[in-house]
C-alpha cells in the first residue's frame, strides 16, 4: 500500500466518519446545553477519549479479530501489513463475510433513511419513497433473502454474515429510536448531569457503529481505520464546542451521507462476492457524493447568509 493511497483511504474515513456523525454532534450540542460547565469540560474530554480510542478504535479490531480468530488479538490488529502468506490467507477468507454483513447493515440503514426518516428532500423522487413507508421492511426484507441465497452457493458463513448484519441493523436503530425519546425528555427535564453522561456515551456508541461498519468499505487495516474515524470523532467534537447550527444551515449533507452509505454498502456487498474493486473507489464516491450535496446545500442557502 503506498502512500498516496494511504492518504487518500484515511480522508476518505475522516470525511465519511464526519457526516455520518452529524446527528450524533446534534444530538451533543442540545443535552449539553442542559449540563453544568463542570460536566460538559468532562464529556468533551473523557467521552472523547472514549469515544476515539474505544468505540472507534476497540470496535474495529474486534470486529476483525472475532471474523478470524486464527489471526489472534496482534495479528488482527497489524494483518493487513503482513507479508506472511498464512495470515493473507486467513483475511481473504474470513473478509466476505465481515463485508456482506457490513454492506446489509448499511444497505438497510440508506433504506430506512429513504422510506420512513424526516429529511429535506434533495433529490427527485425521495419525495415519493417517504409516501410508501409501508414497504421499507418488505423492500430489506427480499434484499436479504436475494444475498442469502447467493450466498449460500458460496459460503453458507456469507449467508450468516448477512443475517448478522440486518440482525445489527434492527437492534441499533432499536436504540436509536429510544435515544430520540429520551433526548426530549432530558432537554425538558432535570435528571442529573451524570445520568445525560452516561445516555450521550451509549448514543455515541449507538452512532459510531454506521462509521466503523463502513470504514470496511475502503480498507480491511485497523490502524488505518482508527486513524481516519478517530480525526473524524475530533472534527465532530469540534462541531458539538462550536456551533452546530452552522452545520443544521447545511440541510442537504445529511442526503449526502445517506448516499454514500448506501453506495459503500453495495461495494461491500460486491466486494464480498469476490468484484474486486479498487481500494481508491470508496474514498472517491465519498468526496463525490458529500460534495455533490454540498454545493446543493450552498446553493439553497438564503442569499446574503453566510456558509
Given at each position: 500500500m503506498d502512500i498516496l493511497s494511504i492518504i487518500l483511504i484515511v480522508a476518505g474515513l475522516c470525511l465519511?466518519?464526519?457526516?455520518?456523525?452529524?446527528d450524533n454532534a446534534i444530538i451533543n450540542a442540545e443535552v449539553l446545553s442542559?449540563?453544568?460547565?463542570?460536566?460538559?469540560?468532562w464529556f468533551l474530554l473523557w467521552g472523547?477519549?472514549?469515544?476515539?480510542?474505544?468505540i472507534r478504535g476497540v470496535l474495529p479490531w474486534l470486529i476483525v479479530w472475532?471474523?478470524?480468530?486464527?489471526?489472534?488479538?496482534?495479528?488482527?490488529?497489524?494483518?493487513?501489513?503482513?507479508s506472511d502468506p498464512a495470515v493473507i490467507a486467513a483475511i481473504e477468507q474470513s473478509a466476505p463475510m465481515l463485508l456482506v454483513g457490513g454492506g446489509t447493515f448499511l444497505v438497510f440503514l440508506f433504506f430506512h433513511w429513504l422510506f420512513l426518516e424526516d429529511k429535506n428532500f434533495g433529490l427527485r423522487g425521495?419525495?415519493?419513497?417517504?409516501?410508501?413507508?409501508?414497504w421499507f421492511f418488505a423492500i430489506v426484507s427480499i434484499i436479504l433473502a436475494a444475498i442469502v441465497w447467493l450466498a449460500l452457493g458460496r459460503d453458507p458463513m456469507m449467508a450468516f454474515g448477512a443475517v448478522i448484519g440486518s440482525t445489527a441493523f434492527f437492534i441499533v436503530h432499536g436504540f436509536r429510536q429510544n435515544a430520540e425519546e429520551q433526548e426530549r425528555k432530558m432537554v425538558s427535564g432535570d435528571l442529573s448531569d451524570i445520568s445525560k453522561i452516561f445516555y450521550l456515551e451509549i448514543i455515541d456508541?449507538?452512532?459510531s457503529i454506521d462509521g466503523v461498519l463502513g470504514a470496511f468499505a475502503f480498507t480491511m487495516a485497523v490502524p488505518l481505520i482508527i486513524v481516519g474515524n478517530g480525526i473524524?470523532?475530533?472534527?465532530?467534537?469540534?462541531?458539538?464546542?462550536?456551533?452546530?447550527?452552522?452545520i443544521k444551515k447545511y440541510q442537504y449533507l445529511k442526503n449526502g451521507a445517506m448516499y454514500s452509505i448506501f453506495c459503500l454498502g453495495i461495494i461491500m456487498i460486491l466486494d464480498s462476492f469476490g468484484f474486486a474493486i479498487p481500494s481508491f473507489v470508496s474514498p472517491i464516491i465519498t468526496f463525490g457524493v458529500v460534495g455533490y450535496f454540498l454545493v446543493m446545500s450552498l446553493r439553497a442557502m438564503p442569499k446574503g447568509e453566510p456558509a
Open positions: 465519511f466518519e464526519t457526516i455520518t456523525s452529524i442542559t449540563m453544568s460547565q463542570k460536566a460538559r469540560r472523547l477519549l472514549f469515544a476515539v480510542f474505544v472475532m471474523s478470524t480468530p486464527a489471526l489472534g488479538p496482534v495479528g488482527a490488529l497489524t494483518a493487513t501489513f503482513s425521495e419525495r415519493f419513497f417517504a409516501t410508501k413507508g409501508v456508541a449507538t452512532f473524524g470523532a475530533l472534527i465532530v467534537r469540534e462541531i458539538t464546542v462550536r456551533n452546530v447550527d452552522s
